[in-house]
């Protein structure tokens, strides 16, 4: 069974080198996000040895503060990045204040997508589900680019409108931890759904999560489904597939 995790920071463990060959060995397809363009190089090289991890070239939402005078490098390193995060916007009480910043940067970030074609995004929402859904109407159409909206906490009509932008969803073990979510999480659609855990931000059994724990992720979201873990793995790597091949519906729609 091989497993997706969409959305990890594996550049950020203590030993990422041995994050990344223990990720690889679970046979885990594996996304893993840059949060500042600087680290891109670094990002590319650790992963370029394996087959199943790729780099994704970011400027995270939370950082954009302290690091907004970096977006020229982000666009520099575009041409070389097919993935594209962590990007978005986060409207949380300790980022508000660069909220305006925030979405300054996340426009440019869209319309550059938009430009270049065929990219696939990991896009952060925090308290902002709104406004990133009004920019990606707004900058990157679907037959632009492939949009993965990462820990979406969005009400489930917001679910709704990002399904008809042709969002993708990738979910994580906490996103299932309340009823609440656990109600949101039930309204995306199954071929939209991708996995993730967002580690080392996230634990399990008190310790980071690894890429390995996306299994939990896909138990738990087969249960509430009614259908069983290998079903719903293969559905997350088809869509996986459907986003990524070449022939894919990227291509398709271009
Ligand atoms: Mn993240």
């Known amino acids: 069974m091989r497993l997706v995790d969409f959305h990890c920071h594996l550049d950020l463990y203590p030993d990422p080198a041995a994050a990344i060959s223990e990720a690889a060995a679970a046979k885990v397809y594996a996304l893993t996000m840059t949060t500042t363009p600087r680290a891109w190089p670094r990002?590319?090289?650790l992963t370029e040895t394996t087959d199943c991890i790729r780099p994704a070239l970011g400027l995270h939402p939370q950082l954009v503060a302290a690091h907004a005078n970096?977006?020229?490098l982000w666009e520099q390193y575009l041409s070389q990045a097919?993935?594209?995060?962590?990007v978005g916007l986060d409207a949380g009480p300790r980022y508000f204040r660069s909220?305006?910043?925030?979405?300054?940067?996340?426009?440019?970030i869209l319309t550059a997508c938009a430009q270049a074609g065929g990219k696939i995004?990991?896009?952060h929402s925090v308290r902002a589900a709104k406004a990133v859904l009004d920019l990606i109407e707004a900058h990157l159409p679907s037959s632009r680019g492939k949009v993965v909206l990462?820990?979406?906490t969005g009400t489930k009509a917001e679910v709704a409108r990002a399904v008809d932008l042709g969002c993708y969803f990738s979910v994580n073990a906490a996103m299932l931890s309340s009823e609440r979510a656990r109600a949101v999480v039930a309204v995306i659609p199954s071929d939209r759904l991708l996995t993730e855990t967002d580690g080392p931000f996230t634990q399990f059994h008190g310790r980071p999560s690894r890429p390995s724990d996306v299994s939990v992720v896909l138990q738990q979201l087969a249960s509430a489904?009614?259908?069983?873990?290998?079903?719903l793995a293969a559905t997350v790597i088809s869509n996986l597939r459907a986003i990524t091949e070449p022939g894919g519906n990227v291509e398709r729609e271009l």
């Open 99 to 108: 909220l305006d910043l925030q979405k300054q940067i996340f426009e440019r």
């Open 121 to 123: 995004l990991s896009v």
């Open 82 to 86: 097919r993935y594209v995060g962590e």
């Open 43 to 45: 990002n590319a090289k």
């Open 70 to 72: 970096e977006l020229t």
């Open 150 to 152: 990462h820990w979406f």
């Open 225 to 231: 489904r009614s259908s069983t873990t290998e079903q």
